[in-house]
């Protein structure tokens, strides 16, 4: 399968304590996308990175939400003492850079905060 | 701000019939316009996108309609098929940050009744 890889697919945690999550793009992709879905709404996005620059950062990443891309490969999205409200879908995307170029999603990692 | 909305969150129709989608969207300044589909459990799987240079797309038993003069995009899926059961979201660029960066609506809901 060389579509978008998530790991995990699944993580429970407890309140206060830090998770990280990995993303492998397609291969071929220099661009990179996190989002966030929770139940019955659209996926919001959160940040994308260009090779490994992080280009753009939405508001709704808070202090405790912090996303790398070191060799631009592969990416990780850390939150830190995770809150309830942090509970939902975080999706990874990746795509060309030029011209119109449509994202590719993988099956996500659900966070549930306890 | 730009926001992407969808007239109904669930639509029902019987297994051979067509199926349209309609979505509305804010940001005249878009001009890339993307489907998804969405099963349970897995990230949102590309269907078709548009430019805005285009009013008309089509694919394999899909077309994608774009007006501009009312800001609104639909989807048509021809033969609805039972595997066609999904939550579909249509997307927007916008030109805020660049990078493709989409904005997504809340989904519709396709139920294909046998």
């Known amino acids: 399968d060389t579509g978008v890889s998530q790991d995990p697919r699944h993580k429970i945690t407890k309140r206060g304590q830090n998770v990280t999550f990995r993303c492998d793009p397609i291969?071929?992709?220099?661009?990179l996308y996190w989002y966030r879905q929770t139940l019955g709404q659209g996926p919001e996005f959160l940040t994308y990175?260009?090779?490994?620059?992080?280009?753009?950062k939405s508001r709704l990443l808070s202090d405790r939400f912090s996303a790398e891309r070191p060799k631009g490969s592969f990416s990780t999205l850390e939150i830190q003492r995770t809150e309830q409200g942090d509970s939902a879908m975080y999706l990874c995307?990746?795509?060309?850079?030029?011209?119109?170029?449509?994202?590719?999603f993988g099956n996500g990692t659900r966070l549930t905060v306890t | 701000g730009e926001s992407v909305g969808l007239h109904l969150p669930t639509l029902s129709v019987q297994e051979g019939d067509n199926s349209i989608i309609n979505c509305a969207y804010s940001?005249?300044?878009?001009?890339?316009f993307i489907w998804y589909k969405q099963e349970s459990g897995k990230g949102p799987q590309f269907i078709i996108d548009?430019?805005?240079?285009?009013d008309k797309r089509q694919g394999q038993r899909v077309t994608v309609l774009l007006n501009k003069t009312v800001k609104h995009l639909s989807l048509q899926i021809a033969a609805t098929q039972p595997g066609d059961s999904a939550v579909y979201f249509c997307?927007?660029?916008?030109?805020?940050?660049?990078?493709?960066?989409?904005?997504f609506g809340t989904g519709t809901q396709l139920k294909v009744e046998l």
């Open positions: 995307a990746s795509s060309w850079s030029g011209g119109f170029s449509p994202l590719h």
């Open positions: 291969s071929e992709h220099n661009r």
């Open positions: 990175f260009q090779n490994e620059a992080q280009l753009e």
């Open positions: 940001n005249s300044a878009s001009d890339y």
């Open positions: 548009i430019r805005s240079n285009m």
């Open positions: 997307a927007e660029n916008g030109v805020t940050g660049g990078g493709n960066k989409l904005t």
